[in-house]
T-cell receptor, first 111, second 117 residues
Framework: RKEVEQDPGPFNVPEGATVAFNCTYS??????FFWYRQDCRKEPKLLMS???SGNEDGRFTAQLNRASQYISLLIRDSKLSDSATYLC????????????FGAGTRLAVHP | EPEVTQTPSHQVTQMGQEVILRCVPI?????FYWYRQILGQKVEFLVS????????KSEIFDDQFSVERPDGSNFTLKIRSTKLEDSAMYFC???????????????FGPGTRLTVL
């Protein structure tokens, strides 16, 4: 089983749509969780951290279910500028900050 | 806003040659990392570095790889004898000014694209 698994995508959605990405992780002792965004041939950039109680940042909502080892990202009112690859990222416990990346889910928002 | 910088942006080399990739982490950060991303694949951890020594390395980081912090600002990744399969994007990252808070967000540099011919 892969350490971090994501929907492969791509997701092609119109502007204004709501889209949800899912992610599962295999290490139940993982301690921190993140969503990063990566544009083509660019570096990963932190979109948001994911907290156990769920958290929201504008149009973006992240949820964590530790019992199911499941993370989600919801994007509301999609913009053209949201087109990118979304990376689910996990920090294992005691891993000296070694981030474990999922393969990413590609989102394409069209007019 | 402070940022991680990397040079060069693109490095082309012949198989068997040595390459040094350079990074300048965010000033006052204490933890430094190298990751790589082969085209079309996921980002993979290579090595973490703290207090002038390697704190963890992956199975990818074999004897051909080494890291160094030669001065107070630069952090380098050396590949002694490059292979075709070393062709990838190499990202440097750094985080936190606080020795006890290594789980802070990691900030990534723009990457160096390494092409081995």
């Amino acid at each position: 089983r892969k350490e971090v698994e994501q929907d492969p995508g791509p997701f092609n959605v119109p502007e204004g749509a709501t889209v949800a990405f899912n992610c599962t992780y295999s290490n139940s002792a993982s301690q921190s969780f993140f969503w990063y965004r990566q544009d083509c041939r660019k570096e990963p950039k932190l979109l948001m951290s994911v907290y156990s109680s769920g958290n929201e940042d504008g149009r973006f909502t992240a949820q964590l279910n530790r019992a199911s080892q499941y993370i989600s990202l919801l994007i509301r009112d999609s913009k053209l500028s949201d087109s990118a690859t979304y990376l689910c990222v996990v920090l294992p416990q005691g891993g000296y900050n070694k981030l474990i990346f999922g393969a990413g889910t590609r989102l394409a928002v069209h007019p | 806003e402070p940022e991680v910088t990397q040079t060069p942006s693109h490095q082309v080399t012949q198989m068997g040659q040595e390459v040094i990739l350079r990074c300048v982490p965010i000033s006052n950060h204490l933890y430094f990392y190298w990751y790589r991303q082969i085209l079309g694949q996921k980002v993979e951890f290579l090595v973490s570095f703290y207090n002038n020594e390697i704190s963890e390395k992956s199975e990818i980081f074999d004897d051909q790889f080494s890291v160094e912090r030669p001065d107070g600002s630069n952090f380098t990744l050396k590949i002694r004898s490059t292979k075709l399969e070393d062709s990838a994007m190499y990202f440097c990252a750094s985080n936190t000014e606080r020795a006890s808070a290594s789980t802070d967000t990691q900030y990534f540099g723009p990457g160096t694209r390494l092409t081995v011919l």
